[in-house]
């Protein structure tokens, strides 16, 4: 049942003023796929995600050479639970097929709150400052932000702020690819 719903297309849509590529609307099915992948760790969820992410990155038609895949983090709380890093596990698999690198250059600095009950003013607040750069990270070109989905963009834009807070946007620009997008956002 979930196979024969799970079909990308291609969203494009804005977090504030980052472009973010997703390949799916966020339905009860793509809820459970991407729960199926993150906290089960069931390998055929997992090939869902990364071939919608793929899909979405093909469709984009990026320039593979000036681009780099940038990993959500995960929590170390949220590592140990699952056995994996589950976004950066994700993205490795997709730089393999795509060819386009990797920079698993982000780190969680601080604690958030789960962030499923909050308002999108919440969870703005709640991860402002959650990322930062990882000590001797270099990033060139284009960064593309990978997660598996966005809801209100806060993740993502956080995760753009701690990319441009090393000045990393005077070399190019952060957009984001995600597997789900809610419509409208949050």
Known sequence: MCRREWIPHYYKTYASQLNVHSALIYTPTASKIILAAKENGLQGADDLLISAIVHVLNKAR?????????????????????GRSFIVDLTKTISR????????????????????????????????????????????????????????GATLQEAARALNSQGFHAFGSVCAVTACVTQPLR
């Open 97 to 152: 097929q795509t060819g386009i690198a990797v920079n698993d250059c982000l780190q969680v600095s601080r604690r958030v709150s789960d962030q499923s009950g909050l308002t999108r003013v919440q969870r703005i607040s709640n991860m402002h400052g959650a990322f930062s750069l990882k000590p001797g990270s270099i990033l060139r070109g284009d960064a593309i932000v990978i997660d598996d989905v966005v809801t209100t």
């Open 62 to 82: 990026l320039d593979k050479g000036y681009f780099t895949l940038v990993p959500v983090p995960s929590s170390n709380q949220a590592q140990r639970g699952r």
